[in-house]
């Protein structure tokens, strides 16, 4: 893969991580799992939300061959 190849998938990813990451938020914001009105205005419950869905979005993007798995396990001491 090129740079050129590479940068272009990335972006792409990346984007489409943002209007997932938007969506999840939403969505979980809504499913009645937590009571958004019993957080004070800061950004605890904000960061609850991105951290579920942070972990939500791992399961769907991580790799599934043992090859990627490898990488991610090795490039995690970079």
């Known amino acids: 893969m090129t740079?050129?190849?590479?940068?272009a998938?990335?972006?792409e990813l990346v984007r489409n991580t943002m209007a997932?990451?938007?969506?999840e938020g939403?969505?979980?914001?809504?499913?009645?799992?937590?009571?958004p009105d019993s957080y004070e205005d800061s950004y605890l419950l904000p960061r609850i939300i991105l951290t579920v869905a942070l972990e939500n979005l791992k399961g769907e993007r991580q790799?599934?061959?043992?090859?990627g798995q490898?990488?991610?396990?090795?490039?995690?001491?970079?």
């Open 3 to 7: 740079n050129e190849q590479f940068e």
């Open 26 to 35: 939403k969505r979980l914001l809504a499913s009645g799992g937590i009571a």
């Open 20 to 23: 997932y990451l938007l969506k």
């Open 9 to 11: 998938k990335y972006q």
């Open 70 to 78: 490898h990488a991610v396990k090795n490039l995690r001491h970079f």
């Open 63 to 67: 790799p599934q061959t043992p090859e």
